[in-house]
């Protein structure tokens, strides 16, 4: 069985209809220490899925262009030229790499 990334409480924080009262008042009854050390937990997986949805994103416009680019050079080259369809889903798969790997080396950030 593999270890979860996340805190199941923190997991808890992001569901839809997520119960943010309890949260509130769960965090409200551990003393300081504990409720700092919880709400650090917190924010380093706000920023690890805000940085995971920008890679996203950064992927989806860098595969429309790469493949834009990909069409151009295809009509225009002559004789097979199809592995210029490749790259652009290397583009993406190199990109998705880097941001995970960001991602996940400030989500780490809290448990130190």
Request: aromatic residues 14%; glycine residues 10%; hydrophobic residues 55%.
């Amino acid at each position: 069985m593999t270890k979860p990334d996340e805190d199941p409480r923190v997991t808890e924080a992001f569901r839809p209809g997520g119960k943010m009262e309890e949260l509130e008042a769960a965090i409200g009854k551990l003393d300081p220490d504990e409720a700092q050390f919880f709400l650090k937990k917190l924010e380093a997986a706000f920023r690890k899925r805000k940085i995971m949805l920008s890679g996203y994103l950064v992927a989806m416009v860098a595969w429309l262009v790469g493949m834009v680019c990909a069409l151009a050079y295809f009509g225009m080259a002559t004789g097979f030229v199809g592995w210029v369809f490749l790259v652009p889903f290397a583009i993406v798969g190199l990109i998705l790499y880097i941001f995970g790997a960001w991602a996940n080396r400030v989500g780490r950030i809290a448990e130190k």
